[in-house]
């Protein structure tokens, strides 16, 4: 089935740069949006990043942006965060997750719009 393994996480300290992966396997990755989620303890899900299909349109929360890049390498199936100026509050569990979508403008940000999660790959970044 389906599946989506993130990788890359660990411990940063404020200001510096850290690069996620994640890796799809069980479905065809070019047909699919593939978004980046961040979840604190006690917090809700919220979204990163995300990319369409074509690579041709990226998405990010105003948090992130200028800071974060999202991309995507369709022959690897694997799509990168690469995440710089870290600071403190990014520290979260960050999900990559699938999405079928025709209009991936509308639903980049909802997590309802995606069907198949990863696991997590834990983040944290020192004061």
């Known amino acids: 089935e389906a599946q989506l393994v993130e990788s890359g996480g660990g411990l940063v300290q404020a200001g510096g740069s850290l690069r996620l992966s994640c890796e799809a396997s069980?479905?065809?990755?070019?047909?699919?949006?593939i978004g980046w989620f961040r979840q604190a303890p006690g917090k809700e899900r919220d979204f990163v990043a995300g990319?369409?299909?074509?690579?041709?349109?990226?998405y990010y929360a105003d948090s992130v942006k200028g800071r974060f890049t999202i991309s995507r390498d369709n022959a690897k199936n694997t799509v990168y965060l690469q995440m710089n100026s870290l600071k403190p509050e990014a520290t979260a569990v960050y999900y990559c997750?699938?999405?079928?979508?025709?209009?991936?403008?509308?639903?980049?940000?909802?997590?309802?719009?995606?069907?198949?999660w990863g696991q997590g790959t834990q983040v944290t970044v020192s004061s």
């Open positions: 990319i369409s299909r074509s690579a041709g349109n990226t």
């Open positions: 997750a699938a999405a079928w979508i025709t209009d991936y403008r509308l639903g980049s940000q909802s997590a309802t719009t995606y069907d198949c």
């Open positions: 069980g479905f065809t990755f070019d047909d699919y949006a």
